[in-house]
């Protein structure tokens, strides 16, 4: 019985037959049965399935593996819970803020900005602030700075005399006070400030409407509230008033960058436009 000696290429494929030194041809081989590469298509599958097996692994992994969007969302929630807690009380100053319609003087609360600096420093590691913008007003320097912890952005704006740079860095100092309030330090002493103060009016006895000279909130204590901010922009409605255009008009600024008086003052203001148009209608 003849032999046929064959061999295997490194890739599996079989190569022709070694023709023996004799000189006799064998049969050759059919081209259907040399087309079918057995091994080769076997250990092929064997491969897919290892790497099917373990990209279903993988896959099973990351679905059983918490979400970065999840962490994250975690995580910002456990820095805003010790932003907003308390403030040590020895780290809390004092200073006149202003003088009620019978001529007190009202004590307000505050914390100084490198004070907030170290609560974010603590709390959140990873804080950034950058300054937005630098603008004059009059003989005030207004600045806007925005503070991101965790991918999440709040802006301030702070106020100072337009002098000297001294002015802007208290401007700046402000702004990023103001921009911290927003993640809750601090929150406490300027709602105590903000209850005090929210009824006060700026109308003088005689019961001519008299403007602030300086409508401008000089730190963050003396800042519009929301409340007011949202009845300026309801009064301004009824009467058909943009209420910024008017706040421009009356006070040289926007209703945003009023003082609690200011504004208190512009709401007066507004009411006494929108009285005589409910009576002509």
């Not at 100053?93 to 004590?107: A, H, L, S």
């Not at 590691?125 to 603008?135: F, L």
């Not at 007003?137 to 600045?143: A, F, K, P, R």
């Not at 921009?179 to 709602?191: D, N, S, T």
């Amino acid at each position: 019985m003849a032999i046929t000696e064959s061999r295997m290429s490194v890739r599996g494929e079989q190569k022709e037959p070694v023709t023996p030194a004799n000189g006799s041809i064998f049969r050759q081989i059919e081209p259907s049965k040399a087309s079918v590469k057995r091994p080769e298509t076997r250990l092929g599958d064997k491969i897919m399935n290892k790497r099917d097996l373990k990209s279903a692994d993988n896959k099973d992994q990351i679905e059983s593996s918490p979400t970065p969007d999840r962490d994250n969302v975690l995580e910002f929630s456990a820095t805003l819970r010790e932003l907003k807690k308390q403030v040590d009380p020895t780290l809390v100053k004092q200073r006149e803020g202003w003088r009620d319609r019978n001529g007190n003087v009202r004590m307000v609360e505050y914390v100084e900005w490198h004070t907030v600096a170290d609560i974010l420093d603590e709390a959140a590691p990873n804080w950034a602030h950058t300054v937005k913008d630098i603008r004059q007003i009059g003989d005030l320097m207004t600045v806007t700075v925005a503070i991101t912890i965790d991918g999440v952005t709040r802006e301030g704006i702070g106020t100072g005399p337009a002098q000297s740079e001294i002015g802007i860095k208290k401007a700046e100092h402000d702004a990023l006070k103001r921009a911290a309030v927003k993640f809750g330090i601090a929150r406490e002493l300027y709602k105590k400030e903000s209850d005090a103060i929210e009824n006060e009016t700026a109308v003088t006895n005689n019961g001519v409407q008299d403007f602030p000279t300086d409508p401008i909130a000089r730190s963050l204590g003396e800042l519009v509230t929301a409340k007011q901010l949202g009845m300026i922009r309801a009064i301004a409605r009824e009467a058909n008033i943009d209420p910024d255009e008017e706040c421009n008009n009356v006070m040289r600024c926007s209703t945003d960058e009023l003082s609690k008086r200011a504004a208190s003052s512009l709401i007066e203001h507004l009411q006494s436009i929108k009285l005589p148009l409910r009576r002509v209608s």
